[in-house]
């Protein structure tokens, strides 16, 4: 790997430090939950790293973070949430990346696409999928063959007549 690379656990940061922002005060949690943990808080889940191998031609390539983000709201004595809260820590998750990108380190990965499940009742899940763009070549070295190698141009030129 070059240096500079970005890593998932670069990505999975960014994202944790865009939730502090969104919603100031409350734990970010990465993985897993403790058995009693707070709540209202945030988890961030890197589930899947791929490739969008078309993205860019011959010349480039997309490769793409998906993360989810699980948001839990304060729950009652059964263990159910009031979803129109649930619904609305969704919307702030969704809103924390409406910028279309997020910073991380020195490259701004796009957001590709971004959704939520509020079908729960005592969490809403966003699955979050970045997109970065970079050089083919930073995977797999540039195959040179053999026809690509000699050009052989003909030029014709047309003479003006100079019969004054």
């Not at 729950?75 to 129109?84: G, I, N, T, Y």
């Amino acid at each position: 790997m070059r240096d500079g690379t970005i890593l998932p656990a670069d990505v999975a940061d960014a994202v944790v430090e865009r939730l502090k922002e969104a919603f100031p005060g409350e734990t970010v949690y990465t993985d897993l939950t403790p058995r009693d943990f707070e709540r209202p808080s945030n988890m961030v889940e890197l589930i899947g790293v791929g490739f969008d191998p078309l993205s860019h031609g011959m010349s480039g390539v997309d490769l793409l973070y998906k993360v989810k983000i699980t948001t839990f709201s304060t729950v009652d004595e059964v263990h159910a949430s009031h979803l129109p809260v649930l619904d609305l820590r969704a919307m702030l998750v969704l809103g924390a990346f409406a910028a279309g990108y997020v910073q991380v380190k020195d490259r701004a990965p796009k957001v590709r696409s971004i959704e939520a499940d509020t079908s729960f009742f005592d969490c809403a899940v966003v699955t979050l999928t970045l997109a970065l763009t970079l050089d083919r070549a930073d995977f797999v070295e540039a195959e040179l063959y053999e026809l690509m190698q000699n050009l052989e141009l003909k030029v014709r030129v047309k003479k003006e007549n100079d019969n004054g």
